[in-house]
């Protein structure tokens, strides 16, 4: 059998002791690290925002300078989830509760635009959800109605939006699928959920040229652009789509 001398052995000690405290002291700086990362942790919003403007919304086509500007100052990040923040200038929808979800940044982006808005216009929301749209609508028309049927959610889209001064906003909760008429007529409606079938109401709720952006279907979806005219209904079919269902009473 060999044997390592005294000191060879001791020095075999000393190493093992130094390699033990090495390693403790590398785990609780990796422990430290990873707590501040997560307390720490304060992404640049701002330049998420200007990211996302430019990439994908202003990237993917979107010209109307009204629509940019609204998407470049309203904060995204507050009308999710705090533990999702982190993932609120993706261009993807993100849960917001109640099996209901926030769209992604172009969709808003994308169906605004398409509704030729002017700031001295009247807009009627069909799902209020998060409150990300409304605010989008508030900062180019002069006034937006907006409906949601789940309470929970509306109370914490009005929370928000009044914590961030808009004031001209009127919130409902209930029935999307009757629209609003004793605020009707409106210059445009945007809805932002899915019924099988395009709500009359709604279009009898449009004005003379007014304008109502849908998406329709249930497996399959359709973005639908209708415009009320004197000798009727233009509809124009835009681009495939997948929304929650419309909730509706009716």
């Given at each position: 059998?060999?044997?390592?001398?005294?000191?060879s052995?001791?020095?075999?000690?000393?190493?093992?002791?130094?390699?033990?405290?090495?390693?403790?002291?590398?785990?609780?700086?990796?422990k430290?690290?990873?707590?501040?990362s997560?307390?720490?942790?304060?992404?640049?919003?701002?330049?998420?925002?200007?990211?996302?403007?430019?990439?994908q919304?202003?990237?993917?086509?979107?010209?109307?300078?009204?629509?940019?500007?609204?998407?470049?100052?309203?904060?995204?990040?507050?009308?999710?989830p705090?533990?999702?923040?982190?993932?609120?200038?993706?261009?993807?929808?993100?849960?917001?509760?109640y099996?209901?979800t926030?769209?992604?940044?172009?969709?808003v982006a994308?169906?605004?635009e398409?509704?030729?808005?002017?700031?001295?216009?009247?807009?009627?929301?069909?799902?209020t959800?998060?409150?990300?749209?409304?605010?989008?609508?508030?900062?180019?028309?002069s006034?937006?109605?907006?409906i949601?049927?789940?309470?929970?959610?509306?109370?914490?889209?009005q929370?928000?939006?009044?914590?961030?001064?808009?004031?001209?906003?009127?919130?409902?909760?209930?029935?999307?699928?009757?629209?609003?008429?004793?605020?009707?007529?409106?210059?445009?409606?945007?809805?932002?959920?899915?019924p099988?079938?395009v709500?009359?109401?709604?279009?009898?709720?449009?004005?003379?040229?007014?304008?109502?952006?849908?998406p329709?279907?249930?497996?399959?979806?359709?973005?639908?652009?209708?415009?009320?005219?004197?000798?009727?209904?233009?509809?124009?079919r835009?681009?495939g789509?997948?929304?929650?269902?419309?909730?509706?009473?009716?």
């Amino acid at each position: 059998m060999y044997f390592l001398p005294e000191r060879s052995q001791n020095n075999g000690r000393f190493c093992q002791i130094l390699l033990i405290i090495l390693l403790f002291i590398s785990a609780c700086l990796v422990k430290n690290t990873e707590g501040k990362s997560a307390v720490n942790s304060n992404p640049d919003y701002e330049q998420a925002r200007k990211n996302m403007v430019e990439y994908q919304i202003k990237g993917r086509g979107i010209k109307d300078k009204m629509v940019l500007a609204a998407m470049l100052k309203v904060p995204r990040h507050l009308f999710v989830p705090e533990e999702i923040r982190n993932l609120a200038y993706r261009d993807e929808p993100l849960p917001i509760g109640y099996g209901q979800t926030i769209s992604q940044p172009y969709i808003v982006a994308y169906m605004t635009e398409a509704l030729k808005l002017q700031p001295g216009d009247k807009v009627l929301e069909i799902g209020t959800g998060s409150g990300y749209q409304t605010a989008i609508l508030a900062e180019i028309v002069s006034q937006v109605y907006t409906i949601e049927l789940i309470p929970e959610l509306s109370l914490q889209a009005q929370e928000t939006l009044n914590s961030l001064g808009y004031k001209n906003i009127e919130f409902l909760i209930g029935d999307g699928w009757k629209g609003w008429p004793e605020k009707a007529p409106f210059e445009a409606i945007l809805v932002s959920a899915a019924p099988d079938k395009v709500p009359p109401a709604l279009v009898e709720q449009l004005k003379i040229n007014g304008r109502l952006i849908i998406p329709v279907g249930t497996d399959s979806q359709e973005l639908v652009l209708i415009r009320k005219t004197k000798k009727g209904l233009e509809e124009t079919r835009l681009i495939g789509v997948r929304f929650v269902p419309l909730i509706t009473t009716h």
